[in-house]
């Protein structure tokens, strides 16, 4: 399996394709440096949009993470308007998104259970980045990291989640499988092969 994929369907979202490749070299370069003793994707949510943040500069975009920004209310008792924050805003010379990010820690020796859960957290990226009022595209976000409970994780269980991946609703797919990415165990003894970014166009995607 390569150490790297990326494929993008959407012709909206296709100007990301660089963004997405530098995705992938920083999460290599990332583990490479920490000789696989270290991963970035086993954090958090904040940790995973640093990675593509620093990714979106290294590419010759923008980006800032966290900012404020106004947002649409979802329920009665809010204002029309309110202030919040959105998770990234990346932009070149002709083009801006704004993403909303999750994470999904997901077996990778259950893949049912792995689907369903990374559905769950699309629809939440989703709906959050509907909530951006801003008129640049608005995306969700999801980042896949599955694990290897107690073992490493073997080529044929990596190989049946990335095609598994392929077949979710996405305007975007990346994954990396850094070499050294099984090294070494989580603090809980797991071991997280690859790392994959799910990017769907929440406005073209309400239906979904």
Same mark, same amino acid.
């Not at 993403?99 to 989703?126: F, G, Q, S």
């Not at 598994?164 to 003894?189: E, G, R, V, Y």
């Given at each position: 399996? /390569? /150490?790297?994929?990326?494929?993008?369907?959407? %012709?909206?979202? =296709?100007? @990301?394709?660089?963004?997405?490749? $530098?995705?992938?070299?920083?999460?290599? =370069?990332?583990?490479?440096?920490?000789?696989?003793?270290?991963?970035?994707?086993? &954090?958090?949510?904040?940790?995973?949009?640093?990675?593509?943040?620093?990714?979106?500069?290294?590419?010759?975009?923008?980006?800032?993470?966290?900012?404020?920004?106004?947002?649409?209310?979802?329920?009665? $008792?809010?204002?029309? $308007? @309110?202030?919040?924050?959105?998770?990234?805003?990346?932009?070149?010379?002709?083009?801006?998104?704004?993403?909303?990010?999750?994470?999904?820690?997901? #077996?990778?020796?259950?893949?049912? &259970?792995? =689907?369903?859960?990374?559905?769950?957290?699309?629809? *939440?990226?989703? %709906?959050?980045? *509907?909530?951006?009022? &801003?008129?640049?595209?608005?995306?969700?976000?999801?980042?896949?990291?599955?694990?290897?409970?107690?073992?490493?994780?073997?080529?044929?269980?990596?190989?049946?989640?990335?095609?598994? *991946?392929?077949?979710?609703?996405?305007?975007? *797919?990346?994954?990396?499988?850094?070499?050294?990415?099984?090294?070494? #165990? $989580?603090?809980?003894?797991?071991? &997280?092969?690859?790392?994959?970014?799910? @990017?769907? /166009?929440?406005?073209?995607?309400?239906?979904?």
């Amino acid at each position: 399996m /390569n /150490n790297g994929h990326v494929q993008i369907p959407c %012709a909206a979202v =296709r100007p @990301l394709e660089p963004v997405l490749y $530098s995705w992938i070299a920083c999460t290599h =370069r990332y583990v490479d440096i920490w000789d696989g003793n270290d991963l970035p994707y086993w &954090y958090n949510e904040q940790a995973n949009v640093s990675i593509l943040a620093g990714a979106a500069w290294k590419a010759d975009w923008t980006a800032i993470e966290e900012y404020q920004i106004n947002k649409v209310a979802t329920e009665a $008792s809010e204002n029309a $308007s @309110l202030i919040g924050r959105n998770d990234l805003y990346v932009a070149d010379d002709n083009h801006g998104f704004c993403i909303e990010a999750k994470v999904a820690y997901v #077996p990778i020796n259950n893949v049912p &259970y792995a =689907r369903d859960r990374i559905i769950e957290r699309c629809r *939440l990226a989703k %709906a959050d980045a *509907l909530r951006v009022d &801003y008129h640049d595209p608005k995306l969700g976000a999801v980042f896949i990291a599955p694990y290897s409970p107690g073992c490493v994780a073997t080529p044929g269980q990596i190989l049946e989640f990335a095609k598994m *991946l392929q077949t979710l609703p996405h305007d975007a *797919l990346a994954w990396a499988c850094p070499i050294d990415a099984q090294k070494t #165990p $989580s603090h809980d003894n797991k071991h &997280y092969p690859m790392i994959a970014l799910l @990017l769907v /166009n929440a406005e073209t995607s309400k239906q979904s």
